[in-house]
């Protein structure tokens, strides 16, 4: 079937009439004419049910802040908190005020406090986080995440051996406003994504071993003891633990929850609290969503990214299936994993994926899934889950891999750190290709860059000179852009999988192809090839086929056939290979794109 149609710029995927809510049972986008044009798709649904009340964010110029609050408290509505650092304010208000809103020219937008729920799925049996360290090459490596800090904001943590002495804070903005507590975990899902990232195995004779079981843990308690919580309460968790990195060392935000997109990311305040800690230094690692296959006709979809895994700027991570073995020769991209693009912006994501099904780490035997779910129990100290909160933990230790890594070859004190946008180029360049089990590659809004390569990311983090001027060469040492894991030699893919709106690093881009994922341009004459079919969520089947051409963007000149593929800003010549040059019309410091071909500086 083939669709024509013009759409330029970041424009909602005009044409595609979808929504998400057969897989959430809440309001998505929809190509009606919004009744509140400051209002996200679920305030808009919500006044139109006829609720009385709404809790909404509501972002304002930092001028404006404080006058728009007094207002609100005089019109009787009940202001529940003020978020600072992206100029907004948490409220329950009136649901007739949404009209004078629109009117408010101290008023931005208008979001749902939607609630927000884990990524993390029951699974039975197991694959041991030895298996995953194994396959992601960590047999070897002396490395630990020591001193490394990695903020875990998610359901709480069970101070177990598994963590001893690396706790450093918790604090619950479920139960006591964000006020320091004595650790806890009610749910249980907190405790299994720490342990995926930082436990150390040694209840389990190092069989669950996290990826970085020396990192430092800092816990702040969003979701409750039934895995949900509010979207304000993670804004305000994000926020203290980018007023307290240093205090705490905070280099790593695990974000393994998200809400359906209701609206772009600019004016998404999950989204801007994630872009606020990246600017910060903070690397942020979120999981993609479990939204990748329809719950009733178990076709694989697309566009099923949740908030804030839509964050330009984060590290978004959907879940490979290792089948429980060592070598990569047969994972495969679980079904459930949410792919691309995103909602309105369109942005290529997925960033990576990374080993997320079936993983036994750390439990509270008190906690609600322990106690409901006694299937999945491993012993009394364990449990299985599985999704893309799993994947999105492993991550994050591996990040933590990667950034000590970094210290050691640059020296900590003497030159400057790897910048987030540096930690996930590095992710992304050294990551693996991955192939379905008929041998078809993957594309690249199914597993971004590719699969996580940690003796890789390692590898390559370790000769990046991070105080070389953008001229020179970043290369402190040759690097080898492959891997071998159990006996086999994996070539990495040495490419970049990027939003548009990322603020490069102090430090020359590497590699020879940039994969700019900004919007995208659904052509004049798009035609989706016979495997394509549309159900009642998402995009369903079996793969996205566009038939003899691949476009993606605006600014388009020309068509790409075959294997080329048009991304974003950015035309890419040639098939994704570190061969590409990269053409464009973006400015950043480091690279200018402007009509300019990108040289990159690591060759091999």
């Known amino acids: 079937m083939c669709l024509k149609q013009s759409v330029t710029g970041r424009h909602r995927l005009v044409g595609l009439i979808l929504t998400l809510a057969a897989v959430t049972g809440l309001p998505a986008p929809t190509a009606a004419a919004p009744r509140y044009r400051k209002a996200d798709t679920?305030?808009?649904?919500?006044?139109?049910?006829?609720?009385?009340?709404?809790?909404?964010?509501?972002?304002?110029?930092?001028?404006?802040?404080a006058g728009v609050r007094d207002a609100l408290v005089r019109h009787g509505d009940v202001v529940v908190r003020e978020h600072a650092s992206i100029s907004a304010l948490t409220a329950v208000v009136h649901a007739g005020d949404l009209a004078s809103f629109d009117a408010n020219a101290c008023?931005?937008?208008?979001?749902?406090?939607?609630?927000?729920?884990?990524?993390?799925?029951?699974?039975?049996?197991?694959?041991?986080?030895?298996?995953?360290?194994?396959?992601?090459?960590?047999?070897?490596?002396?490395?630990?995440?020591?001193?490394?800090?990695?903020?875990?904001?998610?359901?709480?943590?069970?101070?177990?051996?598994?963590?001893?002495?690396?706790?450093?804070?918790?604090?619950?903005?479920?139960?006591?406003?964000?006020?320091?507590?004595?650790?806890?975990?009610?749910?249980g899902h907190g405790t299994h994504v720490a342990g995926l990232a930082a436990g150390t195995g040694a209840l389990s004779a190092g069989e669950y071993a996290g990826t970085a079981p020396g990192a430092n843990l800092v816990v702040l308690k969003v979701l409750d003891k039934n895995g949900l919580g509010r979207t304000s309460d993670v804004i305000?968790?994000?926020?203290?633990?980018?007023?307290?990195?240093?205090?705490?060392?905070?280099?790593?935000?695990?974000?393994?929850?998200?809400?359906?997109?209701?609206?772009?990311?600019?004016?998404?305040?999950?989204?801007?609290?994630?872009?606020?800690?990246?600017?910060?230094?903070?690397?942020?690692?979120t999981s993609a969503g479990n939204f990748g296959t329809n719950s009733?006709?178990?076709?694989?979809?697309?566009?099923?990214?949740?908030?804030?895994?839509?964050?330009?700027?984060?590290?978004?991570?959907?879940?490979?299936?290792?089948?429980?073995?060592?070598?990569?020769?047969?994972?495969?991209?679980?079904?459930?994993?949410?792919?691309?693009?995103?909602?309105?912006?369109?942005?290529?994501?997925?960033?990576?994926?990374?080993?997320?099904?079936?993983?036994?780490?750390?439990?509270?035997?008190?906690?609600?899934?322990?106690?409901?779910?006694?299937?999945?129990?491993?012993?009394?100290?364990?449990?299985?889950?599985?999704?893309?909160?799993?994947?999105?933990?492993?991550?994050s230790g591996v990040a933590a891999l990667v950034i000590q890594a970094s210290r050691l070859a640059?020296?900590?004190?003497?030159?400057?750190?790897?910048?987030?946008?540096?930690?996930?180029?590095?992710?992304?360049?050294?990551?693996?290709?991955?192939?379905?089990?008929?041998?078809?590659?993957?594309?690249?809004?199914?597993?971004?860059?590719?699969?996580?390569?940690?003796?890789?990311?390692?590898?390559?983090?370790?000769?990046?000179?991070?105080?070389?001027?953008?001229?020179?060469?970043?290369?402190?040492?040759s690097v080898s852009a492959s891997t071998t894991i159990a006996g086999t030699s994996y070539a990495w893919a040495q490419n970049i999988v990027w939003g548009d709106n990322i603020v490069w690093g102090d430090n020359i881009v590497w590699g020879d192809n940039i994969v700019w994922g900004d919007n995208i341009v659904w052509g004049d004459m798009t035609c989706w090839g016979a495997g394509t079919t549309w159900g009642a969520n998402i995009v369903w089947g079996d793969n996205i086929v566009w038939g003899d051409d691949i476009v993606w963007g605006s600014g388009l000149i020309g068509w790409s056939t075959g294997t080329n593929i048009v991304w974003g800003n950015a035309i890419v010549w040639g098939s994704l290979t570190r061969d590409n040059i990269?053409?464009?019309?973006?400015?950043?410091?480091?690279?200018?794109?402007?009509?300019?071909?990108?040289?990159?500086?690591?060759t091999f």
């Not at 439990?363 to 006694?374: F, Q, V, W």
């Not at 390569?453 to 953008?470: D, E, K, R, V």
Request: charged share 10%; net charge negative; glycine share 10%.
């Open 236 to 285: 305000s968790a994000i926020n203290f633990a980018v007023a307290n990195r240093q205090i705490f060392g905070i280099n790593i935000i695990n974000l393994s929850l998200g809400h359906p997109v209701y609206e772009p990311a600019a004016t998404d305040p999950l989204v801007q609290a994630v872009e606020q800690a990246v600017r910060a230094g903070i690397v942020v690692v």
């Open 107 to 187: 008023i931005r937008s208008v979001s749902d406090d939607a609630l927000v729920a884990s990524h993390a799925a029951p699974a039975g049996g197991a694959a041991g986080v030895d298996v995953v360290r194994a396959t992601l090459g960590l047999t070897s490596t002396s490395l630990t995440g020591a001193g490394v800090g990695i903020a875990i904001v998610d359901s709480g943590i069970t101070p177990k051996t598994d963590f001893a002495g690396r706790i450093i804070g918790f604090y619950d903005f479920v139960n006591k406003g964000g006020a320091f507590a004595a650790a806890y975990d009610d749910y």
């Open 582 to 602: 990269v053409w464009g019309n973006l400015y950043d410091i480091n690279i200018v794109w402007s009509n300019s071909v990108i040289w990159a500086s690591l």
């Open 410 to 477: 640059n020296g900590y004190s003497t030159h400057p750190a790897l910048t987030p946008s540096q930690v996930k180029a590095v992710l992304e360049f050294s990551a693996i290709p991955m192939y379905d089990a008929a041998g078809v590659a993957y594309n690249a809004l199914t597993q971004g860059a590719g699969a996580l390569n940690a003796a890789g990311a390692i590898s390559l983090a370790s000769a990046i000179h991070t105080s070389a001027a953008a001229s020179t060469s970043s290369l402190l040492a």
């Open 296 to 395: 009733t006709a178990a076709q694989i979809g697309y566009a099923g990214i949740t908030s804030p895994g839509n964050a330009p700027s984060a590290i978004t991570v959907g879940a490979l299936n290792t089948n429980g073995t060592i070598t990569r020769n047969d994972d495969v991209v679980a079904p459930y994993s949410s792919r691309g693009p995103t909602w309105y912006d369109a942005h290529a994501k997925p960033d990576l994926v990374a080993p997320g099904h079936r993983l036994g780490s750390d439990a509270d035997r008190g906690s609600t899934i322990y106690r409901n779910y006694s299937s999945l129990r491993l012993g009394s100290d364990y449990v299985t889950l599985s999704g893309t909160s799993m994947a999105a933990a492993v991550t």
């Open 42 to 65: 679920s305030v808009q649904a919500a006044a139109d049910s006829g609720a009385a009340s709404l809790r909404v964010i509501i972002a304002t110029p930092p001028s404006c802040r």
